[in-house]
């Protein structure tokens, strides 16, 4: 167990738990504000799935309602759909929350089908991620149906031109500035995904009040240099 400096360094590298106030909503306003209805128990839709390409944020915001709805609710979190419960297993009000829901197997299918099939007697909710819409998604047919009488949202990536803005905005809600130099050499030598860009952002916003240094490009190089995980 890494103690001392090397530790600190580690804690001011490890990620913000996943949250809607650090997801960069971008063109997904619509799906966070129906994930965050979902999430207080204020939605009338029996779930919802995200679809998307990797890292355009689908299981990011799958942990952040699930953690949003846990303050108000039972949650039932599965990673994977060989998670899944059966429906007897669900608290009442529940909120079954599934990730790579294209990963299903026969078996894991039919038990999806039982669970959307039958919380909402059970005053229950879903919310799924995939990487494909439902007509897409290599799914038992009635599976399928189900699914879409639910909400589907694309969770879209944002473009690089929009990034730059993003970045400044989120920087903001933090409580500082990011200069334009600062963003461009982040784009350039950081991964480009914004969960990996958040990510930098919130580690050098830590160090910086740390070292009591301001966000500069030489803070960034220094950072990204010794944390290679978030600059290669």
Request: charged letters at 20%; aromatic letters at 6%; one cysteine or more.
């Amino acid at each position: 167990m890494p103690t001392g400096p090397e530790q600190f360094v580690l804690d001011l590298a490890r990620a913000d738990a996943p949250s809607f106030d650090n997801f960069v909503a971008g063109a997904n306003r619509e799906s966070v504000a129906a994930l965050r209805a979902l999430a207080a128990a204020q939605s009338r839709d029996s779930g919802i799935l995200l679809w998307g390409a990797a890292g355009a944020g689908k299981s990011h915001l799958l942990r952040a309602a699930a953690h949003a709805a846990a303050v108000v609710r039972p949650v039932v979190w599965c990673p994977a759909p060989r998670d899944a419960p059966a429906i007897g297993d669900v608290p009442t009000a529940g909120l079954v929350v599934v990730d790579a829901l294209d990963t299903a197997g026969a078996a894991e299918q039919g038990r999806l089908f039982t669970l959307v099939n039958e919380l909402p007697a059970r005053a229950g909710q879903w919310l799924f991620a995939a990487a494909a819409p439902p007509a897409a998604l290599a799914l038992r047919d009635d599976l399928r149906t189900r699914l879409a009488l639910g909400l589907v949202f694309e969770v879209a990536a944002l473009a690089d031109d929009d990034k730059p803005l993003a970045l400044a905005a989120y920087a903001r809600e933090r409580g500082f500035r990011l200069s334009d130099d600062v963003i461009a050499y982040l784009l350039v030598h950081g991964r480009r995904d914004m969960p990996s860009l958040v990510a930098t952002l919130a580690a050098l916003d830590r160090h910086s009040l740390a070292t009591r240094r301001a966000v500069t490009v030489p803070l960034l190089r220094e950072w990204l240099q010794r944390d290679l995980g978030l600059s290669r």
